[in-house]
């Protein structure tokens, strides 16, 4: 069974700062990845989705790379925000469309 | 992007009593949606995917009849708690996919949660 792990589980770092989320899966047959904001209490906003195929998605700040050989996708945040402050999820689909999670990042940027 | 809407947003129940949750993809149409759990400071876990007009597939571990899906029409897929007691409290949340949109790389839509609180 697809096991995502996510690390660290927690970050806090200064605004301004660049920074490197992690997560890795144990499974390489995977459709795609995504990573997802969640603000406490509330549902999930997509950030970005990398096809199988690809190696990176950016979307104004954030950067997100796929090395599916080595079960392994990076979520760069470049300026972090107090605004960015938020649990991020990574999550991997399965060939019958089903997402598998990661155990999440919790950012904390201090203003 | 499609919308996916979830409804009721929270819900406080009494012990022994059953919740019903409902999905709607607003402006497509899902063949197939999936039902999430999420306890307080963990991630999302699958319970089960959604078949319209079919049983729904349970992951291991999840009751099937205490967790009753229902999938029946292309818009809608209903889960109800059966018997509700405090440790199925948790954030429910679905999901669907618009198998018509070209460019969606099987992209999912998730709907807002639905937080269950079973005193």
């Known amino acids: 069974k697809q096991e995502v792990t996510q690390i660290p589980a927690a970050l806090s770092v200064p605004e301004g700062e660049n920074l490197v989320l992690n997560c890795s899966f144990t499974?390489?047959?995977?459709?795609?990845l995504q990573w997802f904001r969640q603000d406490p209490g509330k549902g999930l906003t997509s950030l970005l989705l990398?096809?199988?195929?690809?190696r990176e998605q950016t979307s104004g700040r954030l950067n997100a790379s796929l090395d599916k050989s080595s079960g392994r996708s990076t979520l760069y945040i470049a300026a972090s925000q107090p605004g960015d402050s938020a649990t991020y999820l990574c999550?991997?689909?399965?060939?019958?469309?089903?997402?598998?999670f990661g155990t999440g990042t919790s950012l904390t940027v201090i203003p | 992007g499609a919308v996916v809407s979830q409804h009721p947003s929270r819900v406080i129940c009494k012990s022994g009593t059953s919740v019903k949750i409902e999905c709607r993809s607003l402006?497509?149409?899902?063949?197939?949606m999936f039902w999430y759990r999420q306890f307080p400071k963990q991630s999302l876990m699958l319970m089960a995917t959604?078949?319209?007009?079919?049983?729904?597939?349970?992951e291991q571990g999840v009751e099937k009849d205490k967790f009753l899906i229902n999938h029946a029409s292309l818009t809608l897929s209903t889960l109800t708690v059966t018997s509700a007691h405090p440790e199925d409290s948790s954030f429910y949340i679905c999901?669907?996919?618009?198998?018509?949109?070209?460019?969606?790389?099987?992209?999912?839509?998730f709907g807002p949660g639905t937080r269950l609180t079973v005193l």
């Open positions: 999901s669907a996919r618009d198998p018509s949109a070209a460019s969606s790389y099987n992209e999912q839509f």
């Open positions: 499974d390489s047959a995977i459709y795609n």
């Open positions: 990398i096809q199988s195929s690809q």
């Open positions: 999550a991997v689909m399965g060939h019958g469309n089903q997402f598998y």
């Open positions: 402006d497509f149409q899902a063949t197939t």
């Open positions: 959604s078949n319209e007009g079919s049983k729904a597939t349970y």
